[in-house]
């Protein structure tokens, strides 16, 4: 594969110079054809023509520059698909027709491409070209509506470019043009500006305007943040208090309100304001224990000589892991009190803090404590659990069982006996003594069956006996568990339950516990593997050739159908268009905007504001749904559909196609379709990894630094760059979709070839890497399910398992099991009836 050479200019100064920057090497030449239409205009359509397919190419090679004969309306739709996918440079030299010699085009039409001009440099970081294409629009088209967006956008390309006051100038004249829209974010940019030109009171004044204006409450706390800042760095400690005050007046979120409190606190002393200041980190001290800041704050009043109550110091320092100062406080606090005002939580922390300092046999005393003590208090029976996990973590794994049943020997009515039996279970199983384990569980389901305790003893049990061979005593204990567990657990028990019955021939068992499966927990893996075992698929077995286009006129009108019973909704006409209370609500309407300006971040903040606040909304979910998924915020539209199916109660197979497939959609699929067959790979399983990886949003960027639709990491996208002769490789480039597809695909491609076309254990190597999945392989060999428990990550179980799972509904929504020649005499026949 050799991709696009990247980046050349865009400029309209540079068009000229835009044909030299392409590879010797030509792909064919692309189809221009519609994108999916809206629900409106697919009611005025064929079934042929509502989900038109574009292939743009099969590999990220250079396109013949396109001629000014391509009429200007395909040549704009090709170039909005082109810089859809991210093949901005193709996208360029279709804008560049309409532009250009193109005498068919409109004024509109030139205007759209201007526009579409400055959108591909800004996404690429050319700020340059940028402010060309952009100063071209507003000098040829003054009266155009969208003047004041033009004028935005060539607002950032200056601030990419350092150019202050040029910026400035534009910002205010969006906002003279559209005041009241998304002023908070102009007027942020202004006061970016002006701190950049060393305008420190003007930047503030900014920034003023922008907090005073309405945003969502996360950026509006991050912007007042920025400002008391800016006022600390000039010692106007009063207004910067004024900042974490209105922050305080508006976040909810604890551990977020707990270091904005601390940082007023520090503001007061700094300005010295001591006692003021000393009275806020009491606050903290009292109100936050469980925070890290009650810690810094306790340390403040002590250095300040301020009298704390001993137990609350101690409950505040051993939650920030400072056991010595806690065990010393603790046995000054015994000393200074009568014994019989010590409360038990006293010698709660007195153990567990000297059992983290390694002192088990005086842990051992202080839990011993509240056990002669204070038998009545709630505490007792943690205290007898305390001294149990005490001996296990000093080695003593005999004695800690011993002590274990001895719990649920002598206070079996306590609510702690489930849990020291389930310990005295598993430590068993972990020393190898499977028999008293499972005798242990079993008796855990006798005694206490209603127990979450009992639910994991018996999948424990179970999944012992399986790996020792014991098939009957497995199928037994699996069939108790389905009984008494619930939703995944159940599926888990009757899937495991099935194939052991399979196993001794048992058909009607077999066929009775994996159905049960299937209905226990529709969307989990669990149900997705019964109904391949069911069915007769191996796991990932592809469906006999791929449907991508629907008739969508008539899948809207039976989603519509569903969702009027669904939720009893009486309103006359289509359901999709926005309520007028979505319509005008504030989010939704600066959202756009900001979308509208390639202000994605900001706009999916608004958005997802938005979507949350109408979650259990089937109605408003599924209107949204749809809008977003048609202005291109792909991942919020996926939890906008999934919001709908939730507030039904179903499963995703169980919703009507329509709202199933904005669940699990196959965006990007020109592209994920022509890299699915250059790697001779299942595009459903490319869409199910990426839908996982990134919910679709080409921007994603995780905490390790992966990147883009296939989260790929630094080291191996470095790798992979490599083998694919990737010129002048950035790991930005990722957020081009076709480029994270592609290094997705061949890195897929890659661990699929080396474990053999075993899907499983390829997707166990991209999430762990190969190393991990080859050990895991020799252990398990080629059955699924026993590689599934041989993988000893919890996280990349779940990985496989989630995919897994996501798969098996693409296959549902996107696949036919008819050969292709069956399929179209099926048709043929059903024709002639």
């Not at 289509?574 to 300006?597: F, Y």
Request: include cysteine.
């Amino acid at each position: 594969m050799t991709p696009i050479h990247k980046r050349c200019g865009i400029g309209l100064a540079a068009l000229v110079l835009l044909c030299g920057c392409s590879l010797n090497a030509q792909r064919d030449e692309p189809w221009y054809v519609t994108a999916t239409p809206s629900p409106e205009a697919a009611s005025e359509q064929t079934a042929v023509e509502t989900t038109a397919i574009v292939e743009p190419s099969a590999t990220p090679l250079p396109t013949v520059p396109p001629t000014p004969t391509i009429p200007p309306d395909v040549a704009l739709t090709a170039a909005t698909t082109y810089l859809t996918n991210g093949y901005y440079e193709d996208a360029v030299q279709h804008y560049r027709t309409v532009l250009v010699n193109n005498d068919a085009a409109t004024d509109a039409q030139r205007g759209d491409a201007a526009l579409g001009l400055a959108q591909a440099a800004l996404r690429e970081g050319l700020f340059e070209d940028a402010v060309d294409a952009l100063t071209t629009f507003i000098t040829n088209f003054p009266e155009d509506e969208r003047i004041g967006k033009a004028h935005f956008l060539r607002g950032d390309a200056y601030m990419g470019l350092s150019r202050w006051a040029e910026a400035i100038a534009d910002f205010e004249f969006y906002l003279a043009r559209h005041p009241g829209l998304i002023d908070s974010y102009a007027y942020e940019r202004i006061g970016d500006a002006q701190l950049g030109l060393g305008n420190t009171d003007d930047a503030l004044a900014s920034y003023s305007r922008a907090a005073d204006s309405t945003r969502t409450p996360s950026s509006h706390a991050a912007l007042r943040e920025r400002i008391a800042q800016i006022h600390l760095n000039r010692n106007d400690y009063e207004a910067a208090l004024e900042q974490y005050d209105a922050i305080l007046a508006m976040a909810r979120n604890r551990p977020y309100r707990a270091s904005i409190e601390l940082l007023a606190a520090q503001t007061l002393i700094n300005s010295g304001d001591i006692e003021t200041g000393m009275n806020r980190m009491r606050r903290i001290f009292d109100q936050y224990a469980d925070q890290p800041q009650a810690y810094q704050a306790m340390l403040a009043l002590l250095a300040q000589g301020y009298e704390l109550d001993g137990l609350e110091q101690a409950r505040v320092s051993f939650q920030q892991g400072d056991y010595e100062y806690t065990v010393e406080i603790l046995n000054d606090y015994t000393t200074r009190r009568p014994l019989s005002s010590v409360p038990a939580s006293l010698y709660m922390l007195l153990g567990r803090s000297y059992r983290e300092l390694g002192n088990p046999t005086a842990a051992v005393t202080a839990f011993q404590t509240i056990i002669e003590q204070y038998p009545r208090d709630p505490l007792f029976g943690e205290a007898l659990l305390e001294q149990g996990r005490t001996k296990f973590l000093s080695g003593d794994t005999a004695g800690a069982i011993e002590h274990y049943l001895s719990i649920a020997n002598h206070y079996g009515y306590l609510p702690e006996a489930p849990e020291a039996l389930w310990r005295a279970g598993y430590l068993y199983g972990t020393n190898g003594e499977h028999d008293k384990a499972r005798a242990i569980f079993e008796r855990l389901a006798d005694d206490y069956p209603s127990s979450s305790q009992a639910t994991s003893g018996l999948l424990l049990a179970a999944s012992a006996a399986m790996s020792a061979g014991e098939l009957t005593t497995a199928e037994r204990l699996y069939g108790r568990l389905a009984v008494s567990a619930t939703g995944e657990e159940r599926a888990a028990a009757y899937l495991n339950a099935g194939r052991l019955a399979l196993q001794r021939g048992d058909q009607r068992m077999a066929a009775e516990a994996l159905n049960q499966a299937i209905a226990a927990a529709p969307d989990s893996y669990f149900s997705a593997r019964a109904m391949d075992i069911v069915e007769g698929r191996q796991a990932f077995e592809p469906p006999a050739r791929y449907r991508f286009q629907f008739d969508d006129a008539a899948e809207i009108a039976a989603a519509e159908a569903w969702l009027r019973e669904q939720f009893e909704i009486e309103q006359d006409g289509p359901l999709w268009p926005l309520s007028e209370t979505l319509a005008a609500d504030e989010r939704l309407i600066r959202g756009r905007e900001l979308w509208d300006l390639s202000a994605f971040d900001e706009a999916k903040t608004e958005f997802s504001d938005l979507t949350a606040a109408y979650q259990d909304d089937g109605l408003a979910s599924y209107q949204l749904a749809i809008y977003f998924r048609s202005i291109g915020d792909y991942s919020d539209s996926i939890v906008a559909a999934a919001n709908v199916i939730r507030a039904a109660g179903v499963g995703t197979l169980d919703a009507p196609p329509y709202i199933a497939r904005m669940r699990y959609p196959a965006y990007y699929g020109d592209v994920i379709q022509q890299l699915a067959r250059e790697r001779g790979i299942d595009p459903l399983l490319l869409l199910a990894l990426i839908r996982h990886e990134s919910l679709f949003d080409a921007r994603a960027t995780a905490a390790a630094g992966e990147k883009g639709l296939t989260q790929v990491i630094p080291s191996t996208a470095e790798y992979i760059a490599r083998q694919l002769s990737w010129p002048d490789y950035q790991h930005s480039d990722l957020f081009r979709p076709y480029a994270g597809i592609a290094f997705g695909a061949y890195y897929l491609s890659e661990q699929l070839a080396l474990f053999d076309g075993n899907a499983v254990a390829a997707l166990a190597a991209y999430n762990a890497g190969p190393g991990r999945a080859l050990n895991w392989l020799e252990l398990s060999g080629s059955d699924p399910d026993l590689f599934m428990t041989a993988i000893t990550i919890d996280s990349t179980r779940l990985y496989v398992q989630r995919i897994y799972s996501y798969y098996n509904i693409y296959r549902a929504l996107y696949g036919d099991e008819q050969p292709e020649i069956e399929a179209a005499q099926g048709a043929e026949t059903s024709s002639i009836d």
